[in-house]
């Protein structure tokens, strides 16, 4: 199955994860960190609304194995950070498929620091799936976007062709072998065209490449780049070729999303901390998954009605 037909299953939300008391996510990602070292003007976290720290391991540890034995089946092992800044990444994804039991560990990155060595490392830990976020055309829109020296444009094409070789090299000597994607963001109807020579030079390297459309990130980054001219997307409607009805959002019932110091969240822009339903630290997963903040939130969902919960000011449900 290729990364799109699973994302495609996430945000569809089955039958029996349509309601308010539901099984454990099949799939959820987890922050090992929440920095990064782009400043990208299209995510909040540039504007630091909540601690941005590395995650302990042995919560990271404890939190796989909790997970792990409630029925999760897709660890993913980001977030809202960059996850190739944590020096025990490559532990983390061996500890996912080798000692937790993840049928399936997957991670996006910026592709800035995914070296050939550190590439390799995460290869023969076991990982399943890695994603670049190609979200610029040229080094100019990256220097415009990402708010970083124009030099590490170049550097994040260069990781993205190397991971092809030392993916097949690693495949063809272990028998493991990663999916390699990546993704844009169309922020306008022309988005798409100047993305063209980007997506031409990696689509032969890569084994899907697919759109996004420009997420509010619950309203936090949506009025600045309308005034842009950009075309601002309601809530998390999934890929651009497989766009979902903004309510209910998929993201409060078929994806957990785990913070750095171990709050579980209900939205895949938890910036401030507003979706915050459960602290692991204090409890068990699945009392946090299916507590009664949750399900009062799932309940509005599904009622298509969701003023006075933390989803209101979502662009979505206006």
Known sequence: MGITERIDAVTAIPAPWRGTEIPAPKSVKIELTGRCNYACSFCARSM????QKDMDRGTYERLLREMRAAGVEEIGLFYLGESFLVPWLEEAIDFAKNEAGFPYVFLTTNGSL?????LEGCFRAGLDSLKFSL???????FKAIAQVKGALFRTMMDNVAAARAVRDRVAA????RCGLYASYIEYDGEQGR???????ELRPLLDEVYALPLYSQAELVGG?????GWAVTAGNRGRLAALRDPLPCWAV???GHITWDGRLS??????????HMGDLNEQGFMDAWNSDKYRALRAAHLKRDVRGTPCETCVAYR
Request: hydrophobic share 20%.
């Open 48 to 51: 630091k609304l909540r601690d």
């Open 114 to 118: 995914a070296t050939p060595d550190r």
């Open 135 to 141: 979200n610029y055309a040229d080094e100019t829109q």
């Open 173 to 176: 000597e272990t028998g493991r």
């Open 194 to 200: 100047r993305m063209q020579s980007v997506v031409d």
């Open 224 to 228: 600045s780049e309308r005034d842009r």
């Open 253 to 255: 019932f078929t994806e």
């Open 266 to 275: 209900a939205c895949c822009f938890d910036h401030d901390g507003r979706f």
